[in-house]
């Protein structure tokens, strides 16, 4: 994600309010579109997970609606912030491990199989569309199922950190919280002096969530990997985002710079929607399960 995503949300909320939209289009013409643009690149984002139970960080005006996310900086340098992060997510995983795949999900996946989503790049970092069987899936900004430890890189599963987690902060089963996004909770207070934060089970060093958090950046390699399979599409097809972070929006440049249409299906307003060729204005599981039932299989 870019280095200051905060202050590029607010320079693109004011674009948006000085009217910077496009209006939307019935699924039938998104349906004719994708039979002449069959080869898709989709690409996902919070609003699709919105159903399965995972709230979205902003409204479909683009504004915060919780707590501004955790810093990669401040988790690196500060024990506080860690045992902030730990006792929320503690709290948060839960929601995120028990949710299941919406009809979002399953239609992308049914997309998949019928030959048009060839690949699927998700900003989501639940594991849903995996869950809903989609095969070719590129997690843009990591997966929360998992763990890794920042001095020796070995992997673990969050299952297992959640059980230590579980074992050696007892005082927090008591305590009642909100669900926030990407797996967070509200919880603050005296009670977070006490969190245990965990440490790697093989070298004791500094664990973190396998995700990017905000102030760090996307694996190059997994950015250009998204790039290949974009200058193969026909189209890229947004789904269930607003595209607020740098980190999706570069491949709408991408597209547009290498003349590949982009359509979107999304509820609110996107940071592309000047350079949109089509855009449904509607929930992303009712019109992608239309595209499932109007789309002939490919050969
Ligand atoms: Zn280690």
């Not at 089963?173 to 969190?195: F, S, Y």
Request: glycine residues 8%; aromatic residues 6%.
């Amino acid at each position: 994600m870019s280095a200051d995503p905060l202050g590029q949300v607010q320079f693109v909320q004011a674009q948006l309010q000085s009217g910077v939209a496009v209006g939307g289009v019935g699924v039938e013409e998104l349906q004719a579109f994708v039979e002449e643009h069959p080869r898709v690149l989709a690409l996902s984002g919070a609003g699709i997970s919105q159903h399965s139970g995972i709230p979205t960080y902003r409204d479909a005006a683009g504004v915060w609606k919780s707590n501004k996310p955790i810093q990669h900086g401040e988790f690196i340098l500060h024990h506080a912030t860690r045992q902030r992060y730990w006792a929320r997510s503690y709290k948060g995983w839960p929601n995120v491990a028990n949710a299941r795949p919406n009809a979002a999900h399953i239609a992308l996946s049914k997309l998949e199989d019928l030959g048009y989503v060839q690949t699927l790049v998700t900003q989501n970092i639940d594991r849903l569309h995996q869950k809903a069987g989609h095969r070719k899936v590129i997690d843009l900004h990591g997966r929360l199922d998992q763990v890794i430890c920042i001095d020796c890189g070995e992997t673990m599963t969050r299952a297992d950190v959640q059980n230590w987690l579980a074992q050696n902060n007892a005082h927090l089963d008591e305590i009642k919280v909100t669900a926030a996004p990407d797996g967070d909770a509200q919880i603050e207070g005296e009670v977070l002096n006490d969190m245990q934060v965990p440490s790697c089970f093989r070298c004791s060093g500094l664990l973190k969530p396998n995700v990017v958090f905000y102030g760090s950046s996307v694996d190059k390699e997994i950015v250009n990997a998204v790039y290949d399979q974009l200058s193969q599409a026909d189209a890229l097809l947004v789904v269930g985002t607003s595209l607020m972070v740098f980190s999706s929006f570069r491949f709408c440049k991408f597209a547009q710079e290498n003349d590949i249409p982009i359509l979107c299906i999304n509820e609110g307003l996107t940071r592309a929607d000047d350079m949109l060729r089509l855009k449904v204005l509607a929930d992303c599981g009712s019109t992608l399960q239309h595209l499932v039932q109007a789309l002939p299989a490919r050969g």
